[in-house]
């Protein structure tokens, strides 16, 4: 995705770039909705943490890289909470009383354009809080492991080609609403905003 002396917001830049990035003439579909969890604790020391989780080295889609805490498409009939709690239950063993508390935040918008065609996509965005002592487990098998990370080591990490894509966008979202980055020392804010809100 960018060479390794790239600097850490060129590579955002790319980033957000590459998942707007599409030809005209492509074959388009339709447009694919879902809901994507970011799970964060407040430490002693009251940093935030976050909970990273790594996808199963045999899902299909992006074996291995770095995902959010849960997440999942929206199936027809089903809500957007609906879908949270059942995929926090599914993937990260998260259990309705404590996914119930996630907080409708945000949502994300891209097109990226694959062998299949050009997909608009939206992300309905939420944050969980969960408690220090909260240890997520591997549910249904599509996560390999998790890890409880420093947003130092997350924000390196969402720029690396370690990161699902659109994932890495759901958490750019988390650091700029959190105030972890801010629009007079990162010159590219105004680009990351805009690239994360990016509709057809």
């Known amino acids: 995705m960018a060479t390794s002396c790239s600097t850490w917001s060129e590579r955002i830049v790319q980033l957000v770039r590459m998942m707007n990035s599409f030809h005209a003439e492509g074959l388009f579909g339709v447009k694919r909705y ?33 995902d959010n805490l849960a997440a ?3 199936a027809s009939g089903m809500g957007i909470r609906e879908t949270l709690i059942k995929e926090c239950q599914e993937e990260s063993c998260i259990p309705e009383s404590l996914a119930a508390r996630a907080v409708p935040v945000s949502t994300i918008s891209y097109t990226y354009e694959d062998e299949r065609g050009i997909f608009p996509e939206c992300q309905f965005v939420y944050d969980l809080e969960v408690p220090i002592d909260f240890v ?59 690239g994360i809100h990016k509709t057809l």
């Open 72 to 74: 999942g498409g929206l």
């Open 136 to 194: 997520p487990r591997v549910g249904d098998g599509e996560v390999h492991e998790f890890y409880l990370w420093p947003l130092d080591k997350v924000k390196e990490a969402i720029a690396s080609p370690d990161f699902k894509p659109n994932c890495s966008l759901v958490v750019l979202d988390f650091l700029i609403r959190h105030g972890y980055l801010d629009a007079d020392t990162e010159k590219h804010y105004q680009t990351f905003v805009e």
């Open 34 to 66: 879902g809901v994507h969890i970011n799970g964060f604790v407040r430490q002693d020391n009251k940093e935030i943490a976050m909970w990273i989780a790594r996808r199963s080295y045999c899902k299909q889609t992006y074996a291995g890289l770095l």
